[in-house]
């Protein structure tokens, strides 16, 4: 392959996406999400449990294995999700990238908010435990702050507080049985002071989302296509997470890739989805950060491929090494485009960022040793593999 002038990154990790199979294929499917991570320079995705049925014993792990086996483009792995009783399943997780706990009602019936749950299933798990870390009882404590009709209000009810207080409680248990957590899509300003005071067995991730768009602006130009849990917050959140991000106090930067058909996503609020797709604009959207001197191409490597191989224990992977698999994304820090709704594999067909303009793009993506993506072509077919811990 002909690279002059571009840069050659390690293969590019993204921590948490959902990809809907089985039981909401209509959303997404293992295969178009993972040739949608391609397509956008990611070699490497860790899926999360809420699926229909919710992966949550090692049969259901198994079956996403297997059906990954078939179909994926980029390499892979599955978390098991925790229930207030599937504990013995917890304990025996052998060959997957950890555990997923729902602490705040974002989805399915994956909810886990009793404490006498949490112990013990600190207790049971011996791999990293990646945490939603909402509080359910403020969440609805604050339902009266939900309006109708209006997407805005939706951090206010999802506050600050709703955050801040599940992740202090979810730290506390984490050192009180020296467990490792991963705390995902960390959101306020609050979290990110409390967090790097942990950084022993803590780590937490950021999303490129909560970086690049803020409230009130994306609720007033978007609508309930920037609708997530936990929401976009408003400036000052937005700056302390760039801190964090400046003084490598955030460990990753994860998409939370969550699509939802545009169709969902534009009834009235509050009976749309949260979620947006973001697996592929997750590279993009941070290189262009990286040309506005945001951070440093050194920095993102540092948080898409060595922390995550470092935190949950993968093999061989986050490094260009001799004796390392060869995963390579291959960007072009000076290309402009502009990211259109046309260029997403997803099955949702949409992004939030339609018409956003970036510099720096990746033009190839190599799994495994073969060209799969090459100048906006899918070139190979599946080859993805499944990660080893």
């Not at 391609?38 to 049969?59: D, L, Q, R, Y």
């Not at 950060?289 to 060595?306: A, D, M, R, S």
Request: charged share 25%; glycine share 6%; proline share 5%.
């Amino acid at each position: 392959i002909e690279a002059n002038g571009l840069h050659l990154l390690p293969g590019i990790i993204d921590d948490q996406v959902h990809f809907r199979e089985p039981g909401l294929t209509h959303k997404e499917t293992i295969e178009s999400g993972s040739r949608s991570a391609v397509a956008g320079g990611i070699t490497t995705f860790f899926e999360m449990p809420n699926t229909k049925p919710a992966t949550i014993t090692s049969e259901r792990l198994n079956q996403k294995f297997d059906i990954a086996s078939k179909t994926s483009l980029a390499n892979y792995s599955f978390f098991l999700g925790a229930t207030p009783d599937n504990f013995s399943e917890i304990a025996n997780m052998k060959d997957n990238c950890g555990l997923k706990i729902f602490m705040g009602s974002s989805t399915g019936d994956l909810l886990v908010d009793s404490d006498v749950a949490l112990d013990e299933i600190f207790k049971q798990c011996n791999k990293v435990i990646a945490i939603h870390s909402e509080d359910e009882d403020i969440l609805n404590l604050r339902k009266k702050f939900i309006k109708k009709g209006d997407v805005s209000s939706h951090p206010f009810w999802r506050n600050e507080e709703c955050a801040m207080s599940s992740t202090r409680r979810v730290v506390k248990i984490a050192e009180r049985y020296n467990k490792k957590i991963h705390v995902l899509h960390v959101t306020t300003k609050e979290e990110v002071e409390f967090l790097s005071r942990y950084k022993g067995n803590v780590s937490f991730e950021i999303t490129p989302q909560h970086l690049t768009i803020s409230a009130p602006d994306c609720y007033n130009k978007l609508g309930s296509l920037s609708q997530m849990n936990p929401p976009i917050r408003d400036k000052k959140h937005q700056d302390m997470l760039w801190k964090a991000v400046k003084d490598g106090i955030v460990d990753t930067i994860g998409s939370d890739h969550a699509p939802h058909s545009l169709e969902n996503k534009k009834k009235e609020y509050p009976q749309t989805p949260s979620g947006m797709p973001g697996v592929q604009t997750l590279v993009p959207l941070m290189l262009n950060h990286i040309n506005n001197n945001k951070l440093t191409l050194k920095q993102f490597v540092n948080l898409v491929c060595e922390n995550p191989t470092r935190i949950f224990g993968i093999k061989n992977k986050g490094q260009i090494k001799e004796g390392f698999d060869a995963d390579l994304t291959i960007v072009d820090m000076n290309m402009k485009k502009v990211i259109k709704n046309e260029w997403i594999a997803s099955k949702c067909g949409w992004t939030p960022f339609d018409g956003y303009e970036v510099k720096g793009f990746p033009l190839g993506t190599i799994v495994n040793g073969k060209a799969i993506v090459w100048d906006g072509k899918l070139i190979e077919k599946a080859s993805g593999k499944p990660l080893r811990f």
